[in-house]
């Protein structure tokens, strides 16, 4: 099995995300059901079905995210020392042709969050832009077309 790279802040969001699922749902949930037991024939209790079915998805997000976690090598970003963009690094990008900026933080897919600029080290910007430095020029092919970035700023957190 190939190992998945993850920093070592999306290791910390991970586990603290298993340790709620583990803790707070599960007890909400066991509440939930007895209360659901409680209006009794379980047969015909919708309440109770649906709660089940609550309890499988949420045991099924603790054992993906567990498996996450023990399939991935954690890689502390704030000991990277370099001027090149790599896993994790965080890139501030400038598209040559509309001179709009954006910048983004290579990380593992399981970390991957577009709301917070996070994308996968596999997206073809990352994949543009891992070995290249500040000044460079990046193509990435996009349904639209070929788009070329300028690397404006590589910093590591």
Known sequence: MQKSPLTSTGEALLR???QTLKTSERQRLRHVLEEARAHGDLKENAEYHAAKEEQGLL???ISY???QLQSCTVI???KLNTDKAVFGA????ENIETEDKSTYQFVGEAETDMEQ???SY???VAQAC??????DTVSVDTPSGQIEYEIMDIRYS
């Open 117 to 119: 600029n996070k994308i």
């Open 122 to 124: 596999r997206s073809p």
């Open 130 to 135: 891992i070995g290249q430095e500040v000044g």
């Open 65 to 67: 995210i567990e498996s």
């Open 59 to 61: 045991e099924a997000k």
């Open 90 to 93: 965080i890139v501030t990008l």
């Open 76 to 78: 502390d970003t704030s």
């Open 16 to 18: 603290g995300q298993l």
